[in-house]
């Protein structure tokens, strides 16, 4: 049995968090480690770009940017199995249910980051990559239809045309000479 409960893999959205057997409910996966830094020190780091800060709370922040953090793969997604839990001022990844083996641990980042990081619409987590198809599924279906009903409008009005042609196009009738008594 390995001694993590998870493997680094290649995921839909990069590199990300896979159980490698069963994890139990509200069982821990992994720490999330790297130094702490004070708030004004978090901030300056975050216009640098730094992705992987994890506020502990008002004072510290935890830059989970070295390597050894294996915590920072876990990936974002709307529909979590897991969530990060504090204890004793670290931060734990904790199964929010059953996870089985193969499948990507994840949990919900938080609005902020969503809206500011990644983006509602850019999102690609499984349950709003599905929302998506599902829409796109409507709209082609809804255009569908609409050019269907288009086409057969175009061929009633054509083979109306044919039956009874317009004034324009009608050809006079031959005149037959008068009889003559």
Known sequence: MPSRPFRLARSVTGLGLFAAREIRKRERIAEYKGPRVSTEEAERRERKRNKYLFELNQKITIDGTPRYNLARYANHSCNPNAEPITYRKRI??????????????????????????IGISNCRCGRCRRRRAKKARIVYAQKQRAAKRQLRRRSSVRAADRRSPGPATRRAAPRRP???R
């Open 92 to 117: 734990y990844i904790r199964a929010l249910r059953r996870i089985k083996p193969g499948e990507e641990i994840t949990y919900h980042y938080g609005m902020d980051y969503l809206r500011n990081v």
């Open 178 to 180: 008068a009889r003559r």
